[in-house]
């Protein structure tokens, strides 16, 4: 078959079956409209609530550098600046372990950072340590021999906390204040409200962006319902997007394979591999690419009436990219269930 005769024969397929055509259209418009939409919709509501949550004056900024080359001792710093509740930055983690060997998960931190962790707590004597609710080696207020990075000390427990904390990467760590300084990757400021504007210019200009610095905004966590952040953590972009791949790779391959008779007779009448994976290009194009960009569009087209901002719809287009190089597997599937059921249905002619 000359190749001419493959595009003509696909166009007619395609249009021989208006239900199954359909069928699989209208599911490739529909996930191409949830794959942008979804992720828009989810960006969307975590900024809304980021913004309510600092309007309730519960937000933390955060300078981070990637490189670990912010300093603790200007982090500290910071709670000096008007408008600054409290401030503080993880120095690193230490090996710690109780009298009876059992490691114990620890960090060694400015004196600021466990008041932001769990401001429930009284402030801390000098030497004192934080023992989260999910650690119950140290006893509050009774010295407990431990060993830190190989050496003997015996610390003592200045507050047990209750809640899980602020900062849910630190949820389950003991913290250890420390007077010593170096570097870090993240400092960690808590605002009063009406003030994060204003520090978050002195955090910009303490910590410019020429030594890999950022500043961004974190809602830390609530006792009630959950922060934007834990809001796109859960999100199942990821899961969603395969599933839907998955889901237009099945619909199209079981319309191949409802046709295997069809070609078998194409092979017998000279069908090559090139012939066949332009065949099935062209009934993909109509079935599957120009139905999924008419969902994406109209996907677009809502989110233009709607929120408009630039990481919600970046964030969207990307997980539609990703759906959309995902389907181009489609034709590629679709041409070897061809040629093998095709070979196998030819041997039964």
């Known amino acids: 078959m000359k190749l001419v005769d493959c595009v ?5 397929n395609a249009f021989a079956r208006p239900f199954q055509t359909a069928l699989i259209a209208v599911l490739s418009a529909a996930l191409a409209f ?3 939409v979804l992720p828009w ?3 969307s509501q975590a900024h809304a609530m980021l913004e309510q949550d600092i309007a309730e004056g519960r937000s933390i900024i955060v300078v981070g550098s990637s490189g670990g080359r912010i300093s603790s001792e200007r982090c500290d710093l910071l709670r000096s600046v008007a408008g600054v509740t409290t401030a503080g930055a993880v120095l690193r983690t230490v090996q710690l372990r109780s009298a009876g060997g059992r490691p114990i998960s620890a960090v060694l931190v400015t004196p600021g950072l466990p008041a932001l ?3 429930e707590l009284p402030d801390l004597a000098p030497g004192s340590v934080v023992v989260p609710s999910t650690e119950n080696a140290l006893a509050s207020g009774v010295p407990t021999h431990v060993m830190i990075d190989g050496a003997e000390h015996h610390l003592t427990a200045g507050g047990n906390a209750i809640s899980a904390g602020r900062i849910s990467s630190l949820h389950a760590k003991v913290m250890i204040p420390s007077s010593a300084q170096s570097v870090t990757s993240e400092c960690y400021v808590e605002a009063t409200p009406g003030a994060e504007a204003g520090i978050a210019s002195v955090a910009a200009a303490w910590f410019p962006t020429t030594e890999g610095a950022r500043t961004i905004s974190l809602v830390p966590g609530k006792p009630a319902g959950a922060t934007s952040q834990e809001l796109l953590s859960s999100s199942p972009q990821l899961w969603m997007i395969l599933c839907a791949i998955g889901t237009i790779v099945f619909a199209v391959g079981s319309s191949v394979w409802s046709r295997r008779h069809d070609f078998a007779v194409y092979q017998q009448l000279g069908l090559s591999h090139r012939g066949s994976l332009a065949m099935n290009l062209v009934e993909s194009t109509i079935t599957v690419y120009i139905p999924a960009a008419g969902g ?5 087209v809502i989110a233009a009436l709607g929120d408009v901002r630039t990481e919600a719809l970046e964030f969207a287009s990307a997980s539609a990219a990703m759906f959309i190089l995902g389907i181009t597997i489609v034709p590629i599937v679709s041409t070897f269930i061809c040629i093998s059921v095709g070979r196998s249905s030819a041997g039964k002619l």
């Open 8 to 12: 003509s024969e696909a166009i007619s």
């Open 41 to 43: 919709a989810t960006l």
């Open 117 to 119: 962790q769990w401001p």
């Open 34 to 36: 949830a794959a942008f």
């Open 296 to 300: 994406i569009l109209a996907a677009v």
